[in-house]
């Protein structure tokens, strides 16, 4: 069956260092997209790409940065990462041309300390 | 963008009771999903309802395209239906934009 698995499901790192989250999806969706989840602000669109090459900021998208080399992949990297960045991040895709259903990965846990 | 709203943000129900949950949205809108997220975190697919109504066991969806909302049923209530439930809309974009969600605690 199709999916789109996301690792590593928990991590736990320093404030600086960079991190990087990975998204994988079996779907051969177009569009991925992620998105951070904190109490109070509900699911905040990070970063999301149409196709490969392409990417594309969101409404929360400072001190994340993606790279689309392939359709499969979306990796979400944290370039130094702060504690307000401590949060649960998921991962999303869809088909063209947008108006289909999209589906969610497990979510990762970050805590930054 | 396009602001999202859902109502009531706490529900508290007796095992077996009915319940609905509404979403308004403020644009025209191609796509409207709900979401459940359960006690561990997982989003579950619900409903993909960008008009019209579906049914899938004791929930159904409604969505009135034309007047910007969307109506989720939950009947006869189980403690397993407990959790987070989000509303979810496109508009002219590929970007779901999210609601803040309706949390649901089923009694036993």
């Known amino acids: 069956d199709a999916e789109i698995t996301q690792s590593p499901r928990h991590k736990i790192t320093e404030t600086g260092r960079q991190v990087t989250l990975a998204c994988h999806q079996t779907w051969n969706h177009n569009n991925m997209f992620w998105y951070r989840q904190d109490l109070g602000h509900g699911l905040r669109l990070i970063h999301y790409?149409?196709?490969?090459?392409?990417?594309n900021k969101g409404e929360v998208s400072d001190g994340y940065s993606v790279s689309r080399s392939n359709t499969e992949d979306l990796p979400l990297t944290l370039e130094s990462a702060a504690s307000s960045q401590t949060s649960v991040y998921f991962c999303?895709?869809?088909?063209?041309?947008?108006?289909?259903?999209?589906?969610f990965g497990q979510g990762t846990r970050l805590t930054v300390v | 963008g396009i602001q999202v709203e859902q109502s009531p943000p706490d529900l508290i129900l007796q095992e077996g009771a009915n319940s609905t949950l509404r979403c308004n949205f403020s644009d025209s809108v191609n796509n409207l999903q709900w979401f459940h997220q359960n006690p561990w975190g997982q989003l579950i697919n619900l409903f993909y309802?960008?008009?019209g109504t579906k049914q899938n066991g004791r929930l159904s969806a409604t969505t009135v395209a034309t007047e910007r909302y969307s109506l989720l049923y939950i009947s006869s209530s189980q403690t397993t239906d407990s959790g987070v439930y989000f509303c979810?809309?496109?508009?002219?974009?590929?970007?779901?934009?999210f609601g803040a969600g309706t949390t649901v605690t089923v009694r036993a």
């Open positions: 979810a809309v496109k508009a002219n974009d590929y970007k779901l934009s």
């Open positions: 999303a895709s869809s088909d063209l041309p947008g108006v289909t259903e999209a589906f």
């Open positions: 309802i960008p008009s």
């Open positions: 790409s149409y196709g490969v090459q392409d990417t």
